[in-house]
């Protein structure tokens, strides 16, 4: 089945690592998402990573996958006031008509 | 060029009404999709296009109609909507997963049936 599960809130200090975390249950998941959706507007792609890669950084984002236990992390470094969103995982699944499946979204608040 | 540009931003129609949404994208992706988000939930995928052709339609009711003109542009008829079908309606394009890669959302248009 295709299901992909994060916890729905997390508050973190302004200038501390932000940590969010996603499980999947599909193992033939090939793309795994991170999206980024600020009040009102459209989903921005932050970051992805294919598979078979274990870690993706990308300036303040780091990306860890461990596909045994079928487990994606994003870590924000140095959390911004303009950190504050609502992010989403999702999975991209090959051989599934080009379907991406999302998670229910994490809300980051940041404290002062 | 990275945009999926969708028009109009906001729509607020009457349940009589027959409007369109309309997505453009030219990044040369061959996938395009509509996804329909409540507020405080994930996106819902609603259609998918893969070279102009429906790949998926995820039993969405027939007041909406997607139609693919071309390879950049993808339209969402709706006609004889209810007011639960208000939501943000988000488009995305991606070069089609079996080539691997992202996916591309525009800013979506905020639709209020009343």
């Known amino acids: 089945g295709e299901d992909v599960e994060q916890s729905l809130f997390l508050s973190v200090r302004e200038g501390d690592s932000s940590v969010i975390n996603c499980t999947y249950t599909?193992?033939?998941?090939?793309?795994l998402y991170w999206y980024k959706q600020e009040p009102g507007a459209g989903l921005q792609l932050l970051t992805y990573?294919?598979?078979?890669?274990d870690m993706k950084q990308d300036q303040r984002l780091t990306v860890l996958l461990n596909k045994k236990d079928k487990h994606l992390s994003l870590r924000i470094a140095d959390t911004q006031t303009g950190d504050s969103a609502i992010y989403f995982c999702?999975?991209?699944?090959?051989?599934?008509?080009?379907?991406?499946?999302f998670g229910k979204g994490t809300r980051l608040h940041i404290l002062p | 060029d990275t945009e999926v540009t969708q028009t109009p931003k906001h729509l607020v129609m009457g349940m009589t009404n027959k409007k369109s949404l309309k997505c453009e994208q030219h990044m040369g992706h061959r996938a395009m999709y509509w996804y329909k988000q409540k507020a405080k939930k994930p996106p819902e995928l609603m259609f998918v296009?893969?070279?102009?052709?429906?790949?998926i339609n995820e039993s969405v009711p027939s007041r909406f109609s997607p139609e693919c003109p071309n390879s950049s542009l993808l339209n969402l008829h709706l006609h004889a909507l209810q007011p639960e079908d208000s939501a943000l309606y988000l488009c995305a394009s991606s070069q089609g997963l079996n080539r691997g890669t992202e996916a591309f959302f525009g800013q979506g248009t905020r639709l209020t049936v009343v």
């Open positions: 296009y893969s070279y102009e052709k429906l790949s």
């Open positions: 599909d193992s033939s998941s090939t793309y």
């Open positions: 999702a999975e991209g699944v090959l051989n599934r008509d080009d379907k991406i499946i």
């Open positions: 990573i294919f598979s078979n890669m």
